[in-house]
């Protein structure tokens, strides 16, 4: 089994940062894909933005420019550092980490942005 972590969520102003934690533990062996995903109320989750082991990344058309998501693979630790925010992204993120057989979520971290 793998377990999955997020920290960092919280309430900023329009235009602030914040900068979200992910880290797995368990059976993280195989684990080819750490990423995150949000959902704001009445809306499907939604994917925000990928990390392979080898590197490729990969961003929703909305947060380009604005997020970034790095990963420490030594630790199993993905990181999205989110700028620029906007009342847009408020939603709950979750990390999402994936091996060759399954995938496995985290609880949600809330980030909230006031304008």
């Known amino acids: 089994q793998v377990q999955v972590v997020e920290s960092g969520g919280g309430l900023v102003q329009a235009g602030g940062s914040l900068r979200l934690s992910c880290t797995a533990s368990?059976?993280?062996?195989?684990?080819?894909?750490m990423g995150w995903y949000r959902q704001a109320p009445g809306k499907q989750r939604e994917l925000v933005a990928t990390?392979?082991?080898?590197?490729?990344?990969y961003y929703a058309d909305s947060v380009k420019g604005r997020f970034t998501i790095s990963r420490d693979n030594a630790k199993n630790t993905v990181y999205l550092q989110m700028s620029s925010l906007q009342s847009e992204d408020t939603a709950v993120y979750y990390c999402?980490?994936?091996?060759?057989?399954?995938?496995?979520w985290g609880q949600g971290t809330q980030v909230t942005v006031s304008s």
């Open positions: 368990g059976s993280t062996f195989g684990i080819n894909s």
């Open positions: 999402n980490a994936k091996n060759l057989w399954r995938e496995y």
């Open positions: 990390g392979r082991s080898g590197g490729s990344t």
